[in-house]
């Protein structure tokens, strides 16, 4: 059974820090990872797609994503309150999350302190 | 703005009485999904729809059936809702499976 392992938090991070978020996933053939946003009582925003080993920037988002050892990582620099939501960690066979769908983790509760 | 939308945001219905939820998108996207979030849960996906192709997750109710009658809608009907069905539905979309998956705001629905 394919499965995508998050902590669940609440991950207090002040503001203007480092939030370092975690996933590990079950499925070595997952080709493509995704990390999703989402506030309470809203849908899922997409923030970061990752497919290879290795890092990916965009503006204040880092993923990271290691196939050996089955993990990826969002890194988000200068922090800011409305970051705080809860991050969701997405794997998906094929190299855009394929047609069969994603498999999502629970997601982390991230809390930007002011 | 393309999109992808999905009415009623709120639906509440009451127990065992047939519901219907919809969803249409201006993204003319290939594949269409259709997920269930229950509180503090991850999506779990309940089928999709690869054009007119129809898949079918192993576990999900024979209560939950689906429909796309065209490229830009899809619907999701409940048959027989019962208490455990209250949760937030949400629709997908993708172009083809090789590009990420874009949601609607979601249908939260509630059973009395």
């Known amino acids: 059974q394919k499965e995508v392992e998050q902590n669940s938090g609440p991950l207090s991070v002040p503001e203007g820090a480092i939030a370092s978020l975690n996933c590990t996933y079950s499925?070595?053939?997952?080709?493509?990872f995704f990390w999703y946003r989402q506030y309470s009582g809203k849908s899922p925003e997409l923030i970061m797609s990752?497919?290879?080993?290795g890092d990916k920037e965009d503006g204040r988002f880092t993923a990271q994503l290691n196939k050996a050892s089955q993990y990826v990582s969002l890194l988000i620099r200068d922090s800011q309150p409305s970051d705080s939501a809860t991050y969701l960690c997405?794997?998906?066979?094929?190299?855009?999350?394929?047609?069969?769908?994603?498999?999502f983790g629970k997601g982390t509760h991230l809390i930007i302190q002011p | 703005d393309a999109m992808v939308i999905q009415n009623p945001r709120y639906q509440v219905t009451q127990f065992g009485k047939p519901v219907t939820l919809s969803c249409s998108q201006t993204?003319?996207?290939?594949?269409m999904y259709w997920y269930q979030q229950k509180s503090s849960q991850a999506p779990k996906l309940l089928f999709h729809?690869?054009?007119?192709?129809?898949?079918n997750e192993a576990d999900t109710p024979d209560n939950f059936q689906s429909r796309r009658p065209n490229t830009s809608f899809c619907f999701l009907d409940i048959r027989s809702p019962g208490l455990g069905d209250a949760a937030m539905y949400l629709c997908?979309?993708?172009?083809?499976?090789?590009?990420?998956?874009?949601f609607g705001d979601g249908t939260r629905l509630s059973i009395l």
């Open positions: 997908a979309t993708s172009r083809d499976g090789n590009q990420p998956q874009h």
């Open positions: 499925d070595r053939g997952s080709q493509s």
């Open positions: 990752i497919y290879s080993n």
């Open positions: 997405a794997a998906g066979q094929g190299s855009g999350g394929g047609a069969d769908g994603l498999t």
């Open positions: 993204l003319n996207h290939n594949v």
């Open positions: 729809y690869y054009d007119k192709d129809f898949n």
